[in-house]
């Protein structure tokens, strides 16, 4: 591999946040948006505007075709299909859910579906098997982002889309609805917003010189959206997220579509990075983004049947049993306990977890064991190898010491990157 003079800074920035932070934050955050002095922060004026936004992002919909919701446990993709309920016939509504069972985020898309009686398709990442050449075919479409989240994400798309579907994504339902916590006020926000991005929070695989708030762009002091919302909307959003979910590099504008899914023409509809919905959760109160409560408004006014069913945020219990809501959190945090104590005997809980068990994977699967092995030894040839033992990491993490994953993750993701860029 070539190595240039800019690699340390490479690659502590990706194993730091696994995605690489911009030089400048793009314009639109700078331009900012004004308040509309119009705007009525309630769950009826908010209803209003989400029907408006939606008519506007699939106005140009042929359709023809399918419109595809990728549900979850969580609150975006509840609305998103109420939505299309809305909007379309249910025998023209897919949704799909991908994890593994035991997953909330796996368990209730099927729960969701067969409430509104929409076709529903269920991936089980487990039975995928990955090779190093599909990481990499994968990277080079979405470079710099979490591996393999981007892979799996394309995955569903072909698996479920056609050349006349669209995809509905909750991309930016969260951010600014309250979703997001970050500091808010104070000098050292960009130190706070670098901490909250890093990874690996236990074990540090950057240089020990290495200061990841060196690595962020300034913020704009005209802008009308605050410091902790620039950096999230600007480095966090635009530089990895957008990868994983569409063919696109990063986030440059306002807009209710990312393209189109990667290995086919249905589009990626994002009704919430609309200007205007922007607009109004920037400006919105405090007190109605915390705990999201305005936005819950929104969907018990709107989709009540969606609104009382179990969610992820409850661990699996509905917004109304708070008794169900503490047992299933004590058990939960009950078995972290155990698992911590004793990783050999008791498993990690699958309740709350995204995508794969990959401490458990990377101590028994040998596809992505071989994985990890390509990686390392694509490392050993650059400078990387200088400041981290991987037999180390490999030895405790075999011997249940340490859970490892993400750092195997991150170095896996390191190499794929660097192997790309140097055949480019």
């Known amino acids: ?6 690699f340390n800074k490479v690659a502590n920035d990706y194993l730091h946040y696994g995605y690489l932070p911009p030089d400048t934050l793009p314009e639109f955050i700078k331009k900012g948006l004004k308040k509309n002095d119009k705007a009525v922060y309630s769950a009826a004026y908010l209803s209003s505007l989400l029907d408006r936004i ?22 975006d993709s509840r609305i998103l299909l109420g939505l299309a309920l809305e909007n379309f016939p249910s025998n023209q509504i897919k949704t799909y859910s991908f994890g593994t069972r035991g997953q909330l985020d796996f368990d209730l898309g099927k729960k969701l ?15 995928i098997e990955l090779t190093f050449e599909e990481l990499k075919k994968s990277v080079q479409k979405s470079p710099w982002t979490y591996v393999p989240d981007a892979f799996f994400n394309s995955y569903c798309y072909i698996k479920m889309a056609g050349n006349e579907d669209i995809i509905l994504s909750g991309f930016m339902g969260d951010p600014l609805t309250g979703g997001h916590t970050y500091k808010k006020n104070g000098a050292d926000i960009p130190g706070y917003f670098a901490k909250s991005q890093s990874v690996v929070k236990n074990h540090r695989l950057t240089q020990s010189d290495y200061n990841p708030t060196e690595s962020l762009p300034e913020t704009f002091s005209a ?28 986030w440059d504008q306002w807009g209710t579509s990312l393209g189109f899914a990667e290995g086919t023409n249905a589009e990626i509809i ?8 922007i607009r109004y959760w920037q400006h919105a ?50 078995k972290m306990i155990l698992n911590r104590n004793f990783p050999k005997i008791f498993p990690i809980p699958r309740l709350m977890m995204n995508y794969l068990d990959y401490d458990t994977i990377f101590r028994r699967r040998d596809d992505y064991i071989s994985i990890l092995n390509q990686a390392f030894s694509l490392l050993d040839e650059t400078p990387v190898s200088d400041w981290i033992n991987f037999d180390e990491l490999q030895n405790n993490h075999r011997s249940y010491r340490l859970n490892l994953s993400k750092e195997f993750l991150l170095l896996i993701g390191l190499a794929l990157n660097l192997e790309v860029a140097d055949e480019e």
């Open 223 to 250: 802008s009308t959206f605050l410091k902790h919302e620039q950096l999230d909307l600007g480095v966090r959003q635009a530089n990895c997220i957008v990868p994983i979910i569409s063919s696109k590099n990063s």
């Open 113 to 127: 579906s067969k409430k509104v009686g929409v076709e529903h398709v269920e991936f089980d990442l487990s039975k």
């Open 270 to 277: 994002t009704p919430f990075a609309h200007k205007e919905w």
């Open 1 to 6: 591999m070539n190595v240039n003079s800019s």
């Open 54 to 75: 939606f008519n506007d992002s699939v106005e140009h919909f042929s359709g023809n075709g399918f419109c595809i919701v990728p549900v979850s446990g969580g609150w």
């Open 285 to 334: 109160p405090e007190n109605e983004k915390k705990e999201r409560r305005l936005y819950l408004k929104l969907l018990e006014r709107k989709f009540p049947v969606l609104a009382s069913l179990p969610a992820k945020d409850f661990y699996g219990a509905k917004r109304q049993n708070d008794y169900r809501y503490k047992l299933n959190r004590k058990k939960y945090h009950g």
